[in-house]
């Protein structure tokens, strides 16, 4: 038998040239260009091997030291990755791009559903994975997530909309009748002038379409159209909860259920509960809610297949808005 120390130095001695030739291991600069099927150079393409990386230049150039033994990946969106191995890499590394499957987005605010790819229309669109990674609870949350759209303040909720500099921007006397310009639904219900009812919870899409629309919504739309879409019934049992607690003592709760009432007849219920006092203190009255937010919305959809070629939608919209607004306005100045 050995002893135990004669072991170790065996071992020791066993593993010594494997370190050793992994340290010295023999390393070469590859370099070159990366091009398309049409020659043209790539830039910005990922080449790396192990821990070791660069990315093309603009000519599509690229210069790394490897080891001789390893593996180059070629990696970019919208082409097929490409390995090889350091020795057989060519001055010209060629790649060839491909489609990026994804789901497909369909716009509902036009005459006829199509697909985005298909509207001529400059649109931006929200999707329903997109407003559940920012979770709001309000449109007026993400306005600034849209490009070209504001708003002007002097209601507790956004009322007034602008679409690239055109849209109605107060309620003052003398400007005439109401000509918001910039047309708001929702599910197919016009609200132009009531935004504080764009509250989100349940909401399967958004779409703010820039430019005129006036042949579908008429002079409201002049500007363009925000068009929100809350989710339909479905043929199977879903649901949906939130419970949200936040600074000025918000509290805020939502809960849908959607399913089959028959074969012919689904349904989806909404229920959104929204208060907080506001991050205003009057200290003339000695009170810390003055521009508090008291929102409840309720929303029901009924499908109903009549025939194959007849359907009948019904859609209830209920909601009770009792905010304040601690700010001067014409409705706020009673003297007015």
């Known amino acids: 038998m050995l002893a135990e120390g004669n072991m170790k130095k065996i071992c020791l001695t066993c593993l010594l040239p494997l370190i050793i030739s992994n340290l010295i291991a023999d390393s070469i600069i590859i370099s070159g260009r990366v091009v398309d099927a049409n020659n043209q150079p790539i830039s910005g393409v990922n080449i790396y091997s192990g821990t070791d990386g ?26 097929n990755d490409v390995s090889f191995s350091p020795k057989t890499i060519s001055d010209s590394v060629y790649m060839s791009s491909t489609l990026i499957n994804g789901k497909e987005i369909i716009v509902q605010a036009e ?10 229309s400059s649109i931006s669109i929200l999707n329903k994975r997109e407003l559940e990674s920012i979770y709001e609870n309000h449109f007026q949350k993400i306005i600034d997530l849209i490009p070209n759209l504001n708003y002007s303040s002097g209601t507790s909720r956004p009322r007034y909309f ?3 500099g055109i849209g109605e921007r107060s309620q003052y006397t003398g400007e005439g009748a109401p000509n918001f310009s910039v047309g708001y639904m929702v599910d197919g219900i016009d609200f132009s002038g009531i935004g504080m009812v764009g509250m989100l919870f349940d909401t399967k899409q958004i779409e703010v379409f820039k430019g005129p629309q006036s042949s579908i919504y008429g002079p409201n739309a002049m500007a363009g159209l925000i068009n929100i879409i809350s989710a339909e019934p479905t043929p199977y049992f879903t ?53 508090r937010r008291v929102e409840h919305c309720t929303r029901t959809k009924l499908h109903w297949t009549i025939s194959p070629i007849l359907n009948l939608q019904i859609i209830n919209f209920n909601a009770y808005l009792n905010n304040g607004y601690d700010a001067w306005a014409v409705d706020n100045n009673i003297d007015f």
């Open 111 to 120: 005459l006829n559903t199509q697909s985005l790819f298909n509207v001529p």
């Open 54 to 79: 660069v990315v093309s230049q603009t000519d599509g150039s690229f210069s790394l030291d490897v080891d001789e033994k390893s593996i180059v990946i070629f990696s970019h969106v919208g082409y």
């Open 239 to 291: 649901g949906n909860s939130v419970i949200a607690l936040g600074s000025d003592n918000q509290k805020t709760a939502g809960f849908a259920v959607g399913g089959p009432l028959s074969k012919k007849v689904l349904f989806r219920f909404a229920l959104q509960q929204h208060n907080q006092d506001g991050f205003r203190k009057n200290v003339h009255r000695d009170l810390n809610n003055t521009n």
């Open 162 to 164: 602008q679409i690239r």
